[in-house]
């Protein structure tokens, strides 16, 4: 049974480029959570989706945006990248209305 | 506004004994609690739960109390093992946010 992944690994981009980070739930969920953990904090919530729609988001500037696929696995995107938006960005799923998320190993963005 | 405080960044504890760590939240609308560990280079891990109606959750070597009326839970490891060396991070939510509110974590070191 295949847990939550994510690509690439690491990432390296420059100030205003943008980013696409991908993520597959774990088999059987059907909602997707995306978190920033910065250096030294704990994970910071951006935002939901569940049946392709954003459910509710977290203090991000609209610079942030996502989407989720029909199989469940979801994209984020950063646009107009600034160097404070270098981080671990992490994705979990669940199921609808579990308290219990499962999270993948992340992506470390890098922005110079 | 941090609503889940861990308050000790670091905790070395030797190999067999009890491992105590805490954390404090300040949103009193916060019903269920979990603790995740991560290693370096991996997502967090869920390690176990608890729900506000409980005050107390075992899993094996694994116990989480709940102070409700002092907004505190602690996560007791005993006996401690080498393998428990990583970052522990507490956190929050409440029913039908599914958003989970971290703390900043805490690294235990087990010394053998």
């Known amino acids: 049974d295949a847990g939550v992944t994510q690509s690439p690994t690491h990432l390296i981009k420059t100030r205003g480029q943008q980013v696409t980070l991908r993520c597959s739930p774990k088999?059987?969920?059907?909602?997707v959570s995306w978190y920033q953990q910065a250096l030294g904090q704990g994970p910071q919530f951006i935002f939901q989706?569940?049946?392709?729609?954003?459910?509710q988001r977290g203090n991000f500037p609209d610079r942030f945006s996502g989407h989720q696929f029909p199989n469940y696995s979801s994209e984020l995107n950063v646009n107009a990248l600034l160097l404070g938006d270098s981080a671990l960005y992490l994705c979990?799923?669940?199921?609808?209305?579990?308290?219990?998320?499962?999270f993948g190993p992340g992506t470390r963005l890098t922005v110079t | 506004d941090q609503q889940v405080k861990q308050n000790s960044p670091s905790l070395s504890v030797q190999e067999g004994r009890i491992s105590i760590l805490n954390c404090d939240y300040t949103?009193?609308?916060?019903?269920?609690f979990l603790w995740y560990k991560k290693y370096p280079a991996e997502g967090p891990t869920f390690l176990i739960s608890?729900?506000?109606?409980?005050d107390k959750n075992e899993d094996g070597r694994f116990t989480v109390f709940l102070n409700k009326s002092a907004k505190h839970l602690s996560l007791h490891i005993v006996p401690s093992q080498p393998g428990d060396s990583a970052v522990y991070f507490c956190?929050?939510?409440?029913?039908?946010?599914?958003?989970?509110?971290f703390g900043t974590g805490t690294r235990l070191t087990i010394i053998p």
């Open positions: 979990a799923s669940s199921f609808l209305g579990a308290y219990e998320q499962y």
């Open positions: 956190a929050a939510d409440n029913f039908g946010n599914e958003k989970l509110t």
């Open positions: 989706y569940y049946e392709e729609e954003e459910r």
């Open positions: 088999s059987g969920h059907d909602t």
């Open positions: 608890i729900s506000s109606i409980k």
């Open positions: 949103n009193s609308m916060f019903d269920y």
